[in-house]
């Protein structure tokens, strides 16, 4: 894909719910009308990558979703690509990759994120194991030039195998092209310690993947390549709220703000 310029911002699109998860309202105008709305907003404020997600979907099925979810997240994300002067990637929760990864493939995005890439998880959609070696020739078989970010300890789960943080960011690097380190939580912050061990293990771009927000931005700020902003671009913080353009722009100041402060006179 395109390299991201240094401490990047990649923008979460959260999907209204899509058809098949038990919050979908039957219209599916609007899911296409609102994050082309929020599309807009993000990008006129200088957003460096978009990644768009099925995230109203809860409660999320374990593996693979259905067609329908499946053709609307690859709809939807056309039309993203098509509207972006940006990067576009995509996440198909809870963790169906090949899902992700022929989407990407078939709409021109140029990532997926993938919360289980490697070993096994124990989530509230029970046990994830990771699909890597599926993933990875899915991609060569499409001729896909997308790349694959993985969650490494990721959030909502508590891990059967790499009990090590460290080991688990080193054995990512053989077939992941980003590491993301986030909180325990969606919209938790990651924790310092985390960061440091993702940095000091990973040959791959570290991203920080929860909680981050205008207010401890600086204090995150040189501890990761990139920062995936979801519920702090929302109205009062909050996940699964709409997006507040003013946040948006709050933050992208102050990302501006670091980037000049951290530039050698």
């Known amino acids: ?15 209204l719910p899509t058809p098949g998860s038990p919050r979908f309202d039957g219209n ?21 990558a978009l990644i768009v997600e099925n995230f109203r979907d809860q409660p999320f099925l374990p593996n693979s979703v259905g067609p329908e979810t ?33 989407i ?74 980003g590491i993301i380190v986030s909180g325990e939580l969606t919209g938790v912050e990651a924790l310092p ?8 293990n990973s040959s791959a771009p570290v991203y920080v993947g929860s909680g981050v927000t205008a207010v401890n931005l600086a204090q995150q700020f040189d501890s990761a390549d990139g920062f995936i902003v979801g519920s702090d671009f929302k109205e009062d913080g909050v996940a699964a709220r709409p997006v507040e353009e003013g946040r948006v722009k709050t933050f992208m100041n102050e990302v501006r703000r670091l980037r000049e402060a951290s530039t050698p006179a």
């Open 193 to 200: 310690q985390d960061l440091k061990v993702a940095q000091e």
């Open 70 to 102: 499946t053709a609307t997240i690859a709809g939807v994300a056309r039309e993203v690509v098509r509207a972006s002067s940006v990067p576009v990637g995509v996440a198909v929760l809870r963790n169906d990759a090949a899902a992700a990864m022929s």
């Open 104 to 177: 990407a493939v078939a709409t021109g995005a140029q990532f997926i994120r993938v919360n289980v890439h490697t070993g096994a998880v124990l989530t509230e959609q029970g046990i994830l194991t990771g699909q890597g070696h599926d993933t990875l020739r899915r991609r060569e078989q499409l001729k896909g030039t997308v790349d694959i970010w993985a969650d490494a300890r990721v959030k909502h789960s508590v891990p059967f195998t790499h009990h090590d943080l460290a080991a688990e960011i080193r054995d990512l690097n053989k077939s992941a092209d």
């Open 28 to 48: 599916v105008e609007r899911i296409y009308a609102t994050a082309l709305a929020e599309t807009d907003v993000f990008l006129r404020h200088g957003v460096d």
């Open 1 to 15: 894909m395109r390299a991201l310029p240094p401490k990047s911002v990649i923008a979460c699109v959260h999907l």
